[in-house]
């Protein structure tokens, strides 16, 4: 007769710093106080549970960036998740204060795919292993390339495909069959798509049962199974948390059978941990002194529904940073917009959380021709099937018409001209993307340089926005037609 036990995991990814509760249709959503709540209020109606975050606890609050991430791992602490695996935004502060914030956490962070290069030596430990009720519970942290990107510092490798990361985790469940594991979890940052991919690589002999991921802020109704493996994502914040309820067998070492779902933290399900909302403001009043001062007003709600698409606080950045610096072009990370829409009233709060990402700007000297290459990268059909490639706003006067059909550009002119493939253009771009530029552009970076240096003509791309805002009246940003997709 077999064997089994019942086991509950929950799991969150991408927070995000998104701790206080949003009000919404006059109830309180989210927030870490009722997700901390809804976590103690499972741990003590289950035998068997386990809570894990699948990255990017930090960036996107103004409390996380003024504390440098402390105040987030504070917080983490007190909601007291079992593991956590690494996200690329863990290493916006720097290798070295992610390595700090690890030894203040109170919980393991395991990863598989990340290494110092020499000597050869994991940043983390790949994989925890759970003593609970009899079982053994394996989870083995893979986090995406991406995170090389945010790194200055030459010293950090990864296992840059999924092919190899799948060959790791292979070796680590091999390394652990003599532990008798009852059930083995990926926990991945790495994105939705590539969760499949990594998925169909696995060997089933491997013993790897479910994958939890995040990167990409998939929101889920039911899991994906591919090779026999569920695949689940819950979205991004605090709004929601993933459950699994799953019967596992400990003769076979697999689940006989599971529930996942997708539960929404409310105030009507969720009680609140006023202990962690004590905390919360106590580190709030510290910022509010400091960030409530008002920038400026708009005429209207200025939005940025998608990274994908030109949008209207897109277009206000981009033009404020060209007519600060007098390039011909601004190409705007959409990324490092990390708001869908800001206050007609902004306060430097807010603002801080819409732009967090403080770079240096660099002037580029390009070519129409390397120009149209870069641009027929960003435009490639990955952009359109994925959920995380780099897109870009554009400064006013560029006009770009691409048809997805014929995988051509019909319009692509500045200031109502063509791009003349000869002519030198000078393109502001952030030090992120100059740092990565053939990654992002799939143009040598040596051959625009041959045009001429990279030179860095402001270092601090949030003073000059501060500056503008805080000098204009009554902005206003509309969408224009800069960005124009045919045929998607």
Known sequence: MAHHKKLTLLHSNDLHGDFMAQE???????GISMLSGYVAKVRSEEKNVLYCIAGDMLQ??????????????????MLAPDVVTVGNHEVDYGLAHLLFLERCAKFPIVNANLYIKNPFTRLFTPQKI?????????????????????????VLGSFVSL?????????????YQHVDIDFTVLLT????????????????????????????????????????????????GTEQIGRFDLLINTDTNTFDEFKWQCLPIEEHTCPRDLEMEKTINEF????????????????????HPSRYEETELGNLIAD???????????????????????????????FIELFPYDDKLRQLHVTGAQLRRMLAFVFRDEMFDCDHTEFYQYSKGMHIVFDRAKKEFVT?????????????????????????????????????????????????????????????????????????????
């Open 24 to 30: 919404v249709d006059k109830e309180l959503v989210g």
């Open 60 to 77: 996107g609050s103004i409390i996380d960036t003024e504390f440098r991430g402390i105040s987030t791992i504070e917080i983490m602490n």
């Open 130 to 154: 759970f003593k609970i009720d009899g079982m053994n519970i394996m989870f083995i942290g893979v986090t995406t390339q991406d995170i090389i990107s945010g790194i200055q510092e030459d």
């Open 163 to 175: 092919e190899e990361a799948a060959q790791e985790v292979g070796h680590i469940c091999n390394a």
């Open 189 to 236: 940052h790495i994105g939705f798509e590539e969760d499949q991919q990594l998925a169909a690589m696995l060997d089933p002999e491997w013993g790897v049962d479910v994958i939890i991921g995040g990167h990409s802020h998939t929101l889920m109704d039911h899991p994906t199974i591919v090779n026999g493996i569920p695949i689940v994502q819950a979205g991004k």
């Open 284 to 303: 709030k009043q510290e910022t509010d002194q400091k960030y409530n001062r008002v920038l400026c007003r708009f005429k209207h709600r200025l939005t």
């Open 320 to 350: 404020i940073i060209a007519s600060a610096t007098g390039v011909d072009l601004v190409m705007l990370g959409s990324g490092s917009v990390r708001k869908t829409s800001i206050s007609t009233l902004l306060k430097m709060r807010e």
């Open 412 to 488: 692509l002119e500045l200031n109502g001209e063509p791009i003349e493939d000869d002519r030198l253009y000078r393109v502001g771009l952030q030090e992120f993307h100059f740092l990565n530029f053939e990654k992002f552009f799939n143009v040598p970076i040596e051959e625009v340089l041959a045009n001429g240096d990279a030179q860095v003509i402001c270092s601090s791309i949030q003073d000059i926005l501060i500056e503008h805002l805080s000098t204009a009246s009554l902005l206003d940003a509309q969408v224009e037609g800069r960005i124009e997709i045919l045929n998607r």
